[in-house]
């Protein structure tokens, strides 16, 4: 009799440990939705910033201007096919004059009515004179979703010339589907016709694509697909099944056996619900208590293991610049708040530092892309080598960077601009064999009461504006 109570104990304590789990399955899904919610269009907006930031390079040009008003078909041949970033990164582009006209296409993806609803579009929206900025649609030809980017026909500074355009387009295919499921831990597909998905999981949410009127051409669709929810799954099964063992063993073996193996079971699983909770609250740093389940040879093993590279994979994705190995903009704008409201907090000093290499699309025309890259991972390296730990550094567009200066006045801040002005002077470029004399300008502000990050970034942004206009190669600090 004792023995049969001590068995039904154990099988409710076991029953009130499966809905334990059960309920943290269940939160779990909760925030990991929120979070693919919140990730995914941060992701949209770095492929925003890759097409703006080569409609920037190739639209803004007084030569491609003057190229489309003459038809010269060679010259901008020439300098689209012949860049790599460019061929490698698009499976579309070309440019269009004020008329529709294409002047050169490489794929073409747009009919003529649709090429005449884009030059409305940019009619309206882009004045001639006025500054332009690139705009980003999702499109369907031929059965087919690109994502595009366009951008009027511009000068130098920037203004509009003419309402012809340049466009890049990247289409959104297996690949593109692959890597969205690899970054965000989350079964992705594309609903629009023909293309629909197996819908396999349980949806989570649907992202509308929409072309530039506005009317929507498809839906990205995200699926359950998480691993912590199918080890979830896994336990669960694997917990009935040892449950009903233990109660077979329990109803013949001793009262001090029961206990000591009722105790080893809540210790175990005590131990890894409590590290996946303190995982779905973001502590990765929680990984570490299952590091005695990774040494396992089954496949509770192999799931813990794959937990560690995703985490430690996705850290690396949405922080770093692949080019610089430097911060990116979208964990650079996240540092910014944190350092703001620790000055506000604290009543303490920061500045704010907003970098950019002069003439770099020069360096570009004349050496090359891979000398441009050259020189963005050099400058990169000059800075991180000057500046302290705590310091945050990071590129937030083509040829900007911003560095983040704690506990630091703007004189100091100015201090550190000039030590990395005497580091930075040349870079060798294997290319040509031999040095090239590389400048920047840089704009400092410091924290004002009452200050956000906009408020700081615009202040030394104008002071960087102002250092271009005073001859470039110097630093300015914000007007008082």
């Known amino acids: 009799m004792i023995l049969v109570l001590i068995a ?9 440990d499966f809905f334990v789990i059960k309920k943290m399955e269940i939160e779990i899904r909760k925030k990991e939705s929120c979070r693919i919610k919140r990730a995914f269009p941060s992701l ?32 901008i041949r020439e300098m689209m096919d012949d860049d790599e970033m460019v061929t490698s990164q698009f ?13 050169y296409l490489k794929n073409r993806i747009f009919s003529n009515e649709e090429v005449s609803k884009i030059i409305s579009f940019i009619d309206k929206n882009f004045k001639v004179g006025k500054i332009a900025h690139p705009v980003t649609f999702f499109h369907k030809w031929d059965g087919k979703i690109y994502y595009v980017g366009i951008l009027p026909l511009c000068w130098n500074n920037g203004k509009v010339a003419s309402q012809g355009f340049i466009y890049f387009a990247h289409r959104i295919g297996k690949n593109s589907l692959k890597t969205y499921s690899q970054i965000l831990s989350s079964k992705v597909e594309i609903d629009v016709g023909r293309l629909n998905g197996t819908g396999s999981g349980n ?7 929409k072309d530039i009127d506005g009317t929507i051409i498809g839906n990205f669709k995200f699926f359950e697909d998480m691993l912590i929810i199918r080890i979830f799954q896994k336990m669960n099964k694997t917990f009935i099944f040892v449950m009903i063992i233990l109660v077979i063993c329990y109803a013949g073996a001793f009262l001090f056996v029961s206990t000591s193996i009722n105790r080893a ?31 396992r040879k089954d496949e509770l093993g192999n799931l813990t293991r794959n937990i560690q590279k995703i985490a ?3 850290s690396v994705n949405l922080s770093t610049d692949p080019l610089t190995g430097i911060y990116n903009r979208l964990y650079f704008s996240k540092k910014f708040e944190e350092e703001i409201e620790r000055a506000k907090r604290m009543k303490r000093p920061l500045s704010f530092v907003i970098f950019d290499l002069d003439d770099f699309k020069k360096i570009n025309d004349t050496y090359g892309h891979v000398a441009g890259d050259i020189v963005l991972k050099g400058f990169a390296k000059a800075v991180s080598s000057s500046v302290r730990s705590l310091d945050t550094f990071a590129r937030i567009g083509g040829e900007e960077f911003g560095l983040i200066l704690p506990e630091t006045d703007v004189k100091t801040a100015v201090q550190v601009v000039n030590r990395i002005k005497e580091k930075f002077k040349n870079v060798y470029i294997p290319e040509i064999g031999k040095r090239v004399k590389i400048t920047f300008s840089a704009g400092v502000a410091g924290y004002r ?32």
Request: hydrophobic content about 40%; glycine content about 8%; charged content about 30%.
């Open 203 to 209: 949806l989570i949410f649907t992202f509308p694509m």
């Open 91 to 103: 499976d579309s582009y070309g440019v269009y004059n004020l008329k529709g006209v294409p002047i």
């Open 8 to 16: 039904f104990s154990i099988l409710l304590s076991g029953v009130s």
């Open 44 to 75: 949209l907006h770095l492929c925003e910033e890759k097409i703006g930031n080569m409609l920037n390079s190739f639209s803004m040009w007084d030569e491609m201007v003057q190229s489309v008003r003459e038809k010269n078909v060679d010259w």
């Open 449 to 480: 009461e009452g200050d956000n990050m906009d408020d700081l970034f615009h202040r030394a942004d104008v002071a960087l504006y102002r250092a271009k206009e005073n001859g470039k190669d110097r630093v300015e600090v914000e007007e008082e």
């Open 265 to 295: 079971i809540k210790e175990t699983f005590g131990n890894i619900t409590g590290a996946l909770k303190r995982l779905s609250e973001g502590d990765f740093g929680a990984l570490e208590k299952l590091d005695k389940f990774c040494l």
């Open 312 to 314: 430690e994979q996705l």
